[in-house]
Structures are given as structure tokens and as C-alpha cells.
């Protein structure tokens, strides 16, 4: 089937490439023309592992193209995904004038039946307003389905070839039937739903993996009161199946573009539909503390910062991609440059997409033994494997004074506290 996706940026291209790679014929569209010409190259705009080999293997198979001609490119195509951004817009709301922008051109470009598929995270609703876009701009008979993504930066590829469930909202037994061609191959549960039941499965699956986060955040600082540890307490929770083992991870909080963004609109609709959802409420003021938690931890053990050198590891939000949005890492940084503080900060993948949102005094470092020399702390923000993986003992060595700040706890303070380190992490007991 041809297919065009409208938007290159990271939903609409990993659906693309996703597509293409199921036998589709995808041609994904964007107006940024250098990112098209890099994508035209294999070169993927975005970090994610497997991406540019299945960008490289399908363009040579012909199965995908890219174009910045939405018109031409939507030509023929039985379905057209916007895969646009919705940024956070005022009051937390979704800034959807991307995705209405598209809805216009579409209509004002097609040329027969065509099921047009929201991929972009978008409030409910939002499937009518754009179907009434279209309409303003085309005469004849096309669907609007809702099919909201699921992915994890750093697992995309394998979430969107092997998905748990694909969601899609649709009133129309057409638009059901293209739909079905288009995830024939794909062995997971087909739900349909209405439109507005698929918009809302979406923000409830992050509301709720996000409530999961901070609920495991306050049983940490209950934890650190009481002498109890929240890995063996997460643990012991996660063998209950009807629980799960999944994103009991305490830590600094979640970041990222997906659950800050998508935790704040939900908790708007909320608002404007005049419904206090309290519980997403407090999950979203946990999570603003909880990223402030680790300069608490630092402040008692350093009063007076001006003049220390503190060693960074991590700016991604998160382990496996180089996005840095929300990323507890550059608002610490920011503060300590604020106190003083000459900060080396250290990350495998993320540290060009980091630069422009720090101020210039950061050096950064490949090595984290560079970063960490002659250091007076490190403070540990990503849980990369990089980092997991350190010979601490090396660390020791270099490391000037033996302060670690675990914010992703991935050390055992225990063995830390034996090797001599004075060890800090979120809800352990040394």
C-alpha cells in the first residue's frame, strides 16, 4: 500500500521507516529541506539504535522515499499519518497548529478517498476538529482515524515493528478495513475503538506509567526516614503481577518529551472539561520536586560550593537516545554554574544536543575518569550502562574527594561505602 507520513521528526519517522519495513510504500514528507536531503542520504536527523540501518536497507529497496512535496507525495496514497509535533502550549495544553496547519494542506491537496491517520499525540477531540479542517478544503469522501504511538526513545525501532497493541479509533468501516491492511503483519492486538476513547488511551498510558514513577519517588523518601531500601521494597512489590516490576525505578523523576508534556495536557483537559484529577495533580508536583531532590542531598554535604568541581555523567533524559529535553541533568547544571560550581559534564551520546542549553562554562568530557579527576563529586544523572560498568576502583584513584551522588541509583551504596566512598542515593540503605 502507498503510504505518506507527514512529519520527520521522531514519531512520523519511525512509523515511516516502521511502515516501509513491513512491505509498505512510504514516502515520508517534512518542509525542513537539509533534513530531507540528509534522510535522502540515510542520514537520520534523531538517535536511535537500528534507525539508520532500516532507513539505509529500505530506501535501496525502494520501499521508502522523502520528499518536502506534500502534494505529490499524498498522490495515490491510500492512508496519510501526521506524524507532527504537538509541543506544550499555554497552560499545558497541546500546541496542536502544526497539526492543523497539515490537516489544511491536505485538504486543499487531495485528489480522492483517503483515510487521514492522527500519529501525533493530540487531545481528544481532536479527530473531528481536524476532519472539519479537511472538510473546509475538500468536497468528497475521506476518514480521519485516531492511531496514537506508543514508543520509548531508545526502544523505538523494536516498539514499532513489535508493538503491544496498536490502537485505532474509527467510526468507519472503510477507514477499518485500510487500517487492518496496513497492520496486517504486525502480531499484536488490534484494538478499535472511537476517536475519542484511542486519543485518551494515549494520555492515560503516560499519566499512568508517570503516576507509576512518582508514587515509587515518595515511597523512596519514606525510605530514607524510616531505614527501609526502595530497591528491595520495589522489588518485593514488582512480583506482584497485577503490579509489575516496570517503572519502579526510583530516581530523579521522568523527563523526556513524552510524560512532562503529555502528564500537563491530560491534567488540562482535565480542567477545561471542569474535573479535578487530583492524583495527576500531586504526580506532577512529585516530579517537579523530585528533580530538585539531589541539590538537597548536595547542599548538606557542601554548604559552601564556590570554587568545587563537580563531574556530571549523564544529559540525556534517559539511557539509549541524545535527547535532553526536561533532562534533570540541565537544570542541576545550571544551578551549580549558579553557586560556583566548575562542572564537567560527561555523556555518550547527548552532549552536542546539551551545549545550547548550558551555560558556556561546561566543559565536557568522553572519558567519565576525565570528568571525575581531581573532582570533589560525582553526581550520576543517566543510567547509562557507560556508567554502570565503571571500575570503581579506578574511580576511586582519580576521583579527588569521594563524594557520589547517585541520582539513578545504579550502585550498591553498600559496596560503595566499603570501597570508601561517601555515597548518596535516592531512597538506599547504606
Known amino acids: ?48 539504535p537500528g534507525l539508520d540501518e532500516l532507513i539505509e536497507k529500505n530506501i535501496k529497496a525502494k520501499q521508502l522515499s522523502f520528499s518536502t512535496d506534500l502534494a505529490s507525495s499524498i498522490n495515490g496514497a491510500k492512508a496519510i499519518f501526521i506524524g507532527v509535533g504537538t509541543p506544550q502550549g499555554e497552560g499545558g495544553a497541546a500546541d496542536l497548529s502544526y497539526v492543523y496547519t497539515v490537516a489544511r494542506e491536505i485538504g486543499e491537496s487531495m485528489k480522492e478517498y483517503s483515510v487521514i491517520i492522527n ?66 503483519d504486525f502480531d499484536c492486538p488490534k484494538v478499535f475503538v472511537t476517536p475519542e476513547s484511542a486519543e485518551l488511551i494515549k494520555y492515560a498510558s503516560n499519566a499512568f506509567l508517570a503516576t507509576k514513577i512518582s508514587f515509587i519517588n515518595e515511597i523512596a523518601g519514606i525510605c530514607e526516614r524510616v531505614g527501609a531500601d526502595v530497591k528491595e521494597v520495589s522489588e518485593g512489590m514488582g512480583l506482584d503481577k497485577r503490579i509489575g516490576d516496570k517503572f519502579l525505578e526510583a530516581g530523579l523523576g521522568y523527563g523526556g518529551s513524552c510524560f512532562p508534556k503529555d502528564t500537563r495536557a491530560l491534567h488540562q483537559i482535565a480542567n477545561l472539561n471542569n474535573y479535578e484529577f487530583k492524583i495527576l495533580k500531586s504526580v506532577i508536583e512529585v516530579n517537579n520536586n523530585q528533580k530538585r531532590l539531589i541539590r538537597e542531598k548536595i547542599k548538606k554535604t557542601f554548604p559552601d560550593m564556590r570554587g ?123
Open 1 to 48: 500500500m502507498k503510504i505518506a507520513v507527514i512529519g520527520t521528526g521522531y514519531v512520523g519517522l519511525v512509523q515511516g521507516v516502521g511502515l516501509a519495513e513491513k512491505g509498505h510504500e512510504v514516502v515520508c514528507v517534512d518542509i525542513d529541506k537539509e533534513k530531507i536531503e540528509k534522510l535522502k542520504q540515510g542520514i537520520s536527523p534523531i538517535y536511535e
Open 308 to 430: 568545587k568541581i563537580f563531574a556530571v555523567w549523564g544529559l540525556a533524559f534517559k539511557p539509549d537516545t541524545d535527547d535532553v529535553r526536561e533532562s534533570p541533568a540541565i537544570n542541576l547544571i545550571r544551578w551549580l554554574i549558579g553557586r560556583g560550581v566548575k562542572v564537567r559534564a560527561c555523556d555518550p551520546i547527548a552532549i552536542e544536543n546539551a551545549k545550547s542549553h548550558l551555560p558556556h562554562e561546561v566543559e565536557y568530557f568522553d572519558s567519565p575518569y576525565d570528568a571525575a579527576s581531581g573532582a570533589d563529586a560525582v553526581v550520576v544523572i543517566t543510567d547509562w550502562n557507560h556508567f554502570k560498568e565503571i571500575d570503581k576502583n579506578l574511580l576511586k584513584e582519580v576521583l579527588g574527594e569521594h563524594n557520589i551522588f547517585d541520582g539513578r541509583n545504579i550502585f550498591d551504596p553498600r559496596e560503595m561505602k566499603e570501597l570508601g566512598f561517601n555515597y548518596h542515593g535516592i531512597g538506599r540503605r547504606v
Open 119 to 184: 500519529k501525533s499525540t493530540v487531545p481528544v477531540g481532536s479527530a473531528k476538529k481536524v476532519a472539519d479542517i479537511i472538510k473546509e478544503n475538500y468536497d468528497n469522501e475521506f476518514d480521519v482515524v485516531s492511531n496514537p504511538e506508543f514508543l520509548r526513545e531508545g526502544m523505538a525501532v523494536s516498539d514499532v515493528m513489535n508493538p503491544d497493541r496498536v490502537v485505532i479509533g474509527t467510526n468507519s468501516k472503510t477507514a477499518k478495513k485500510i487500517m487492518e491492511e496496513i497492520y496486517k
